[in-house]
């Protein structure tokens, strides 16, 4: 097959929230596709519609609504198992909350057959919340007038029950920054005394292209491998000081002189932080004897490896939204294969 190509994965590094690999032996048309899958086409769970039975928040129904449509939710697969890690991160931890892909376990509202709403297609959340009965263990302070002063109470997410216990809001983004936090989890809305908000929210699965609640990632962006050409036959016409000027020149540091053998080399990591400064060309160019003399060291970017950095919003782990957009991807593929071969044999 002509133009065949094999893509390659590899991965640099891997947390829960966090990914980073390399794709190469592929063009940027695939980088692209793989990216915007990862944004706008692998589904997640988040709520779509909010029934209240009383507010009386100092916020609206509709700004609440949209808050409780931003919290991501977290689907935790009954074996408790990652479809692509079976389970364990990269360093061999498991982590009890794996946020798993959603594919498989719900289908959209639009094509469930069910009246309203069911278990198939959606997840039901209940929040009850007053102040007077849930802040028993209030701070207070002395006011001008003498009086006590109610701090408020703040709504989290924690609030939020659910009647699937594998589907749980996502409070933080990983045990780190639970450990770090002063909060107990997403604030909704804060309220005071006498006040107290009672809803019923549905969730329901859906991809970035309807609406943004449904993105799964915070951050999903590529960008190409450097490639560092030094030209040691050129390098050799210049001095130390020279080949100082040009190491001290570049604000990317990705070039280092060995003081013994007088070689410019690149630094160890000189693929993450270069950034195709233009500081390098002007002055190299002004140390060649002529203009038209080869470079002595040149950073072009490859066309065909290139650098992925995917964040999690929360609602699922890093490397299930990669495994799940690489689901996306085949899925597509496969329904384009099978409309050309009906077109075939018309």
């Known amino acids: 097959m002509p133009h065949q190509r094999f893509p390659k994965v590899e991965i640099l590094s891997m947390q829960p929230h966090e990914i980073k690999f390399v794709l190469s032996e592929t063009d940027c048309s695939m980088a692209n596709t793989l990216r915007r899958i990862m944004i706008a086409e692998v589904p997640t769970l988040a709520i779509d519609l909010v029934e209240f039975h009383e507010n009386t928040t100092v916020l609206n129904d509709e700004y609440i ?11 935790t697969a009954q074996d408790g198992a990652s479809s692509g890690a079976g389970g364990d991160d990269l360093l061999g931890q498991q982590h009890n909350s794996i ?53 408020p109470l703040t709504v989290t997410s924690r609030d939020l029950v659910s009647n699937n216990d594998l589907v749980q809001p996502a409070h933080f983004l990983s045990v780190d920054e639970e450990q770090e936090a002063q909060d107990e989890g997403i604030a909704i809305v804060k309220m005071g005394p006498g ?67 007088g070689h410019i ?14 500081d390098l060309d002007h002055a190299q160019l002004a140390l060649k004897k002529r203009p038209e003399d080869p470079d002595f060291i040149r950073v072009v970017p490859r066309q065909d490896r290139f650098i992925f950095n995917v964040e999690s919003s929360g609602c699922m782990d890093a490397q299930e939204i990669v495994m799940g957009a690489l689901r996306v991807l085949k899925k597509r593929l496969t329904y384009l294969a099978l409309e050309l071969d009906n077109l075939k044999g018309m």
């Open 65 to 75: 609504a949209h808050r409780l449509g931003l919290i991501p939710l977290r689907y």
């Open 99 to 151: 946020g798993n892909d959603v594919q498989d376990a719900f289908v959209p509202h639009y094509e469930c057959q069910c009246y309203e709403h069911c278990p198939r297609c959606s997840v039901e959340f209940d929040l009850d919340v007053h102040y007077n009965t849930n802040n028993p263990n209030y701070m207070a302070a002395s006011g001008e007038d003498g009086q006590d002063v109610l701090a």
């Open 195 to 261: 006040q107290k908000l009672k809803i019923k929210a549905i969730a329901r699965i859906g991809i970035h292209k309807e609406h943004s609640k449904w993105c799964p990632v915070a951050v999903a962006t590529y960008r190409l491998w450097p490639d560092i050409q030094i030209n040691h036959e050129q390098m050799s016409l210049l001095t130390m000081e020279q080949k100082q000027s040009l190491v001290d020149v570049c604000p990317d540091r990705i070039l280092e002189l060995d003081d013994v053998t």
């Open 265 to 278: 080399q690149e630094v160890e990591n000189a693929w993450d932080i270069a950034t195709y400064t233009e």
